[in-house]
């Protein structure tokens, strides 16, 4: 890219049940170093030939194939590797302690179901998440994988197919923490589901987020707006937002700050806001209220919400030109055109085109990504 002229992302999205139907949809870069340096990276991305990971990418569209029942399923397969490898006494022989799962994953299990009243408050529990539950398995995510700085032992003593399994469940897990609350949206408030698109890659190259980039997260907060391309977040673990929504706001003792991580780098990765806006002072009372008490939250633990480094927010590097690529900007419109292609197929930047045949739906998918993988999982393994 020359000079500040925005760039052009074509992304080509295909049907995972039939693949001869695609539909072609068109990113603008914004003018500011970070999307400049996203765009450098992402096409180092497309070069690369690093796969694609298509089976963390489309969240929260309520009608899809990966239902809760999918997912459930995957995520009892995943764990029954996890518990025969450990069977192996690998880790035990290496001084490590056995790691067996227990948990057997059915809808029931992660959701409310609709024998309690449906609404939108948390006296309403129909549909809603079991928030133990998931942060059970996602405890056990990071307990066995580690962080991307400091992997655990757990997880470089493991097999190929083992590593896959452990990562699934950090994937599988916020998969149906978010198809979950689509559903209870589409339940209760249908104008306010929040698809999105998460494009990320295996062994994706990280750069160290410098002072300018940060600056964005002033900015932007958490803002999010409809056809909006955020950069990704690239590592594990929780951020102080998550910590605060998620875990009824408690005091940050050193425990809690022990699972909590700012962002520290970029890649050439990207989300896509597919949901309605939701922008500070705006109209949107709730939004404006969760965000006020999260600045009180953050004051009253010795946190300044006005720190960049703490990584508050979302960090905008695009957007979707919506009448090119859809020929309307009506939000329910776009999103009933998406949810029949949720499967990328290619991305290109300029003369820089990545090609991603491989999709969820085929017979062999979780091998033809251990195969892709094993390079990264012989890196991992060292030391």
């Known amino acids: ?176 923490e978010t198809l979950i609350l689509s559903q209870r949206k589409q339940a209760v408030l249908p104008e306010w589901v929040r698809p999105s698109q998460i494009t990320t890659f295996l062994q994706a190259h990280r750069y160290e987020l410098k002072p300018e980039h940060r600056q964005l997260f002033l900015t932007n907060g958490y803002d999010r707006e409809f056809g909006r391309v955020y950069m990704h977040w690239t590592q594990v673990g929780k951020t102080l937002f998550e910590v605060f929504r998620d875990e009824h706001a408690p005091r940050l003792t050193d425990t809690i700050c022990e699972a909590i991580t700012e962002l520290k780098y970029y890649s050439g990765e990207f989300d896509i806001e597919w949901g309605n806006n939701v922008t500070y002072g705006r109209g949107f009372k709730w939004h404006d209220q969760e965000q006020d008490q999260f600045r009180q939250w953050l004051i009253d633990n010795g946190r300044d919400p006005g720190d960049a480094n703490l990584s508050l927010g979302y960090l905008p590097i695009g957007h979707v030109d919506l009448i090119k690529s859809f020929n309307t900007q009506n939000p329910i419109k776009i999103r009933e055109i998406l949810g029949k292609y949720l499967d990328i197929y290619q991305i290109q930047i300029d003369d820089v085109i990545g090609v991603y045949d491989n999709c969820w739906s085929d017979d062999d998918y979780q091998q033809q990504q251990v195969n892709s993988m094993m390079a990264g999982y012989d890196f991992s393994s060292r030391g």
């Open 1 to 176: 890219m020359s000079g500040t002229n925005p760039s052009t992302v074509k992304v080509t999205l295909r049907n995972p049940v039939n693949k001869s139907e695609t539909w072609d949809y068109w990113i603008t870069s914004d003018n500011h170093q970070l999307a400049r340096d996203w765009v450098v990276a992402l096409k180092e991305l497309l070069q690369s030939g690093r796969p694609l990971e298509k089976n963390y990418c489309f969240m929260g569209f309520p009608d899809t194939a990966r239902n809760l029942e999918y997912l459930c399923g995957e995520l009892n397969r995943h764990i029954k590797t996890i518990n025969l490898f450990n069977r192996k006494k690998i880790w035990q022989n290496a001084g490590l302690d056995s790691y067996v799962i227990e948990d057997y994953f059915t809808p029931d299990v992660v959701r409310f179901g609709s024998e309690y009243p449906i609404g939108w408050d948390d006296e309403n529990l129909g549909l809603s998440v079991k928030h133990e539950v998931m942060n059970r398995l996602h405890n056990h995510f990071e307990r066995l994988q580690g962080v991307a700085w400091n992997l655990s032992e757990y997880y470089k003593l493991a097999d190929y197919d083992t590593k896959y399994a452990i990562r699934q469940l950090n994937n599988i897990c916020h998969e149906i």
